[in-house]
Structure formats: structure tokens, C-alpha cells
């Protein structure tokens, strides 16, 4: 088609506006596309997969200026050096690493410097994803691999960076080892996949665990540390993808020495599992003193409650009747104010049609007088009222039929709580309010496969909080009814010693902790809805 003269210069004078709009802009020039290219290594002195290595020091040059971040968390060194290297550049650009060793290295090893993230270029922090630098001071390179992956036991999310360790199953080899000496091979999982591969093995019979190594020393600390092991020694080479399953051991019973939190309290603490302890006091006491020992709730920590009285302290046994073990301690008096009495309700306006009123003592709770509280509806009409005193969670219970788009209100009057001193409440009023029963939804779970019972089906907070919990020794539809619209994580829980909880394991005594499997996506729960869901089970 044939252009006219004068669609010519319309256009003409268009590009020349837009060619000086353009030149009157401020600002200076974008400079290209962003760099999304990582560092490359482009040589290395001595070369990579070098044999029979005999120097200290390492460099790996670049194609571009890099830096250094986190290298020492991000190196991992397999086997691990006893002494941190020296690594540069520290805080500048260069073009090259340097590695200086300082560890007497073993002889006919193979040795793989992992640098994880830490090398990034200059201008943008692309990383040079775990680079790998391998050498043997041996004749030849070890060549073995070993796959598998890390889950955490009882959570649906596994934390990142855990060490996974394989120690040589040798004459010198106890399972101890594992708190005194570093590993043989080291890796890491680095991301969010918790895969794993350990490189550069040799053939033999090894012992795989994983840490989650908080204080990064490649040691292992049942105080602060998940583990994770395979029963069995692993012999390479093999073909076989290993499963780690972290869990956190429950620590050794061990007493820690009380101490006053209040006038009228001393607090005992202790490490292990669900302990039968019993505190004795072998200081003489008057008559008129009243005394009483109670459980935190949800702690490691019993209170030993005292009317306060004139001493400079106080001589304590503590007696652990399941281990028949009794340790002694002194406490020296301190002036400090005593507790007083406080109430906290569960509940202070909307309550489910399945939540418990209570009110919360801060100090044990010695009588209830049941006939001071009273519940009325918004007609003030008197409703029934069902009360009672739970002593392990130091709480008044209030149970009624709840009624939908109600409001109630609950009184109790002076005298209703005495705590263990006579301390009594002033009067409590909460206003307590319901929704309608098309606010909630209603949820129905049915376990499909070979299940061994008991089992436990939890419903859970995507933050991992138990919403709802049954118990079941037999295939059944189970059902979560009037659920607050949300979503929510789905668990079982295969009950093995049927207790009633989930176990941990432990390394030593080669116990694996209770399984745990999840249903694979969160379950959202709609208000007004009905929801059936076939739970998959593979054991």
C-alpha cells in the first residue's frame, strides 16, 4: 500500500516530539539488563580433584570480582578440619579465595571443601551455588556416594541446614563417639528440600545420623540438637536412598538448684521426661507454716508454695522416686514480695459451642464455694451451671448449654475461690457472647489403607497448635464438628505403646520415634459447609 506525503510528515513530526520528550527526561541511563550470572571458577591452584596433595593453601580464581558471605557457617568441610582454615578476602572484593589450612591432614584421604552460598559476585550477590572443591592426599579419589533425605519426625516443615554425618564403624567405634569426635563425612542440606548426597566415600561400614548442630561444632548435644539415624550400618557401596527422621530426644533427669521467684514460692526445676518428684523439706518448719507442692502446667517446674516466716534458709530434698535418686539443696531467703492472688478467665466475650469457661489461678486454689456464681441469659433468665475445680490446671470450670446468637453473663460473687494463704476473689463479671451455628463448619475425616491401632488424628494451626484430638483403637468416621472457618493442618499419630502421645525417639537406646504422617495439604474450612475428606494412609 502506498504511503501519502502527507501521513509522512505526520509521522515525521510525531518521532521528532517523541525524540525530544525522551531528550528532555532527567535521569541517568538504566545500564543494560541486571547481571544474573553467578561468579564461574575458572581455574584452581592446586587443580580441582587434585591426588597425592601436599600444600596448605588454596586458591580458586574467578571470572569476576567476588565476595565472601557467611563462610563460615556455609563451608563445610568433609571430613571435617579440626582447626577453622583462614579464608579471604574478609570484607573487600578480589578475584580469588584463598584457603589456608591448618590441620594436619590424614593420610590417603579424600577431603571435599563445600562453600555452600557464601561466594558472590561483587556488584549483584549472585551466588556460586555450592561450589566443591575435592583433593585426596592419597593416590586417588574416592568416588562412593550415598542419597537420601532428611524429614522432621512430628512437624510437616523440616528445618533448613542440617548436618548429615557418617561416622567409620571401626575397632575404636562406640556410638558415643558422636558427642566427642566430629564425623568422617559431613554434608548438608542446604535448602528447604532436605535432600542430601555425600560424595568422595569410600568403601566400608558406617553409622548415618543427622543434626541439626546449633552450635555448629559438628559435635552432638542432646540439650539442644535433633537427631535423626538409620539403625542399621550402612555398607558402601549402595544403591539405596536412606530416610532420616529428626526428632528431639527427651534430655536426662537432672534437678536444678531452686530458687525464689516470690515471697511465698521457690521453684524447682528439672530436666526429663513426665518425673514423680517429691519435695521434701528437712529444715524444721513451725506447725502453723502452711506448705503445698504443685506442678507448672505445661512446665518442667514444680512450685513449692510456703506461708513466709523468719529463716536464713531453707535445706531441700528432692527425690525422684522412679530412678530412687535423692539430691539435696540449700536455699537462702530472699526478701521479696509475695504472690498475690490473680484470676485470668479463658474466655472474655465470643466462646464456641465447644470451648470451656474457666477462670485461672495464679496460686493454687484450695476451695470452690460453687452456690457464688451464677449465669443469666440476655432475658435474665438463670441457666444451668455445671462447676468444677480442676487442681493439675489450677483453674474453675463452668460448663452450660450454649445456645446460638445468645448472650451470657457470669458472676461470681466474693468468697467463690480460696487460695492456699485465704486470699478470696472480689467480685468477677464476663460477658460471654455466641455466634450462629452457620458461622462454623463441620469436617469429616475417613482413613483410607492398612492402619495398625491405636492411633491419634489431630487437627492443628498451620503454626502446628492442637485444635481438636481423638483417640482411636478402630477404623470409624471421625468428625470435627462446629470449626472456626480457617485452615488447618491434618496429622496422625500411630500410637505404638498406646499412651495416648506421640514418643520421641532416642539414639542410643536405638529407639525411633512414633510415626507421624500428614495429610498433604492444608484442609480449609468454610463457614456453613459441610466437608468429607478420604485420608490416604501408607505406613
Request: glycine share 4%.
Amino acid at each position: 500500500m502506498a504511503i501519502t506525503k502527507r501521513l509522512i510528515a505526520v509521522l515525521f513530526l510525531l518521532f521528532t516530539a517523541l525524540a525530544l520528550h525522551q531528550c528532555a527526561r532527567r535521569g541517568s541511563p538504566s545500564g543494560g539488563p541486571k547481571d544474573t550470572e553467578p561468579p564461574v571458577l575458572i581455574k584452581a591452584e592446586p587443580e580441582n580433584l587434585s591426588t597425592n596433595f601436599k600444600t596448605s593453601k588454596i586458591r580458586l580464581y574467578f571470572d569476576e570480582y567476588i565476595k565472601l558471605q557467611d563462610v563460615q557457617n556455609q563451608l563445610i568441610v568433609s571430613p571435617p578440619f579440626q582447626y577453622p582454615p583462614e579464608i579471604s578476602p574478609q570484607g573487600g572484593a578480589s578475584k580469588y579465595v584463598e584457603l589456608v589450612i591448618k590441620d594436619t591432614l590424614r593420610e590417603n584421604t579424600t577431603y571435599t571443601l563445600n562453600f555452600g552460598q557464601s561466594i558472590v559476585d561483587n556488584n549483584e550477590n549472585n551466588p556460586s551455588s555450592y561450589l566443591t572443591y575435592v583433593f585426596s592426599t592419597g593416590e586417588y579419589i574416592d568416588s562412593l556416594t550415598l542419597l537420601g533425605v532428611v524429614k522432621d519426625a512430628f512437624n510437616k516443615e523440616t528445618e533448613e541446614f542440617i548436618s548429615v554425618m557418617l561416622y567409620e564403624i571401626d575397632t575404636a567405634y562406640t556410638d558415643s563417639i558422636i558427642n566427642k569426635k566430629p564425623p568422617n563425612y559431613i554434608a548438608n542440606t542446604q535448602d528447604s528440600t532436605t535432600i542430601f548426597k555425600l560424595q568422595n566415600l569410600k568403601a566400608g561400614k558406617y553409622r548415618l545420623l543427622a543434626i541439626k548442630d546449633e552450635a555448629k561444632n559438628n559435635l552432638y548435644d542432646a540439650v539442644t540438637d535433633k537427631i535423626g539415624f538409620v539403625e542399621d550400618t550402612i555398607s558402601l557401596p549402595t544403591d539405596s536412598i536412606y530416610l532420616l527422621n529428626l526428632f528431639r530426644e527427651v534430655p536426662k533427669y537432672a534437678p536444678s538448684a531452686p530458687k525464689f521467684s516470690a515471697g511465698n514460692k521457690i521453684i524447682f526445676g528439672y530436666k526429663g521426661s513426665d518425673e514423680s518428684l517429691k519435695i521434701n523439706t528437712i529444715t524444721s518448719i513451725p506447725d502453723s507454716i502452711t506448705s503445698f507442692v504443685s506442678k507448672e502446667p505445661g512446665k518442667d517446674t514444680l512450685n513449692y508454695w510456703f506461708t513466709p516466716f523468719e529463716v536464713d534458709s531453707l535445706l531441700f530434698e528432692v527425690l525422684n522416686e522412679r530412678l530412687q535418686k535423692r539430691d539435696t539443696f540449700t536455699v537462702k531467703t530472699r526478701k521479696l514480695p509475695a504472690d498475690s492472688l490473680i484470676l485470668n478467665p479463658t474466655y472474655r466475650s465470643s466462646i464456641g459451642f465447644l470451648d470451656t469457661m474457666a477462670v485461672i489461678s495464679n496460686i493454687p486454689i484450695r476451695k470452690i464455694d460453687t452456690s457464688l456464681a451464677t449465669m443469666m441469659n440476655k432475658d435474665s433468665i438463670a441457666q444451668s451451671l455445671n462447676i468444677r475445680l480442676d487442681t493439675l490446671a489450677n483453674r474453675m470450670e463452668f460448663s452450660f448449654k450454649k445456645e446460638p446468637n445468645e448472650t451470657y453473663s457470669l458472676s461470681i460473687l466474693p468468697g467463690a475461690l480460696t487460695d492456699l494463704f485465704g486470699a478470696t476473689n472480689d467480685t468477677l463479671l464476663y460477658r460471654l457472647r455466641t455466634g450462629s451455628y452457620a458461622d462454623y463448619g463441620n469436617l469429616r475425616i475417613q482413613l483410607q489403607g492398612t492402619i495398625t491401632y491405636p492411633i491419634i488424628l489431630q487437627l492443628a494451626e498451620p503454626k502446628g497448635k492442637v485444635v481438636r484430638s481423638i483417640i482411636s483403637e478402630e477404623d470409624m468416621l471421625y468428625e470435627f464438628n462446629l470449626l472456626e472457618p480457617k485452615k488447618y493442618l491434618l496429622r496422625v499419630i500411630f500410637d505404638a505403646n498406646a499412651n495416648k502421645r506421640w514418643d520421641t525417639g532416642n539414639f542410643l537406646d536405638k529407639i525411633q520415634p512414633e510415626k507421624v504422617i500428614y495429610f498433604p495439604q492444608e484442609i480449609e474450612v468454610r463457614a456453613n459447609w459441610e466437608l468429607e475428606q478420604v485420608f490416604p494412609i501408607e505406613e
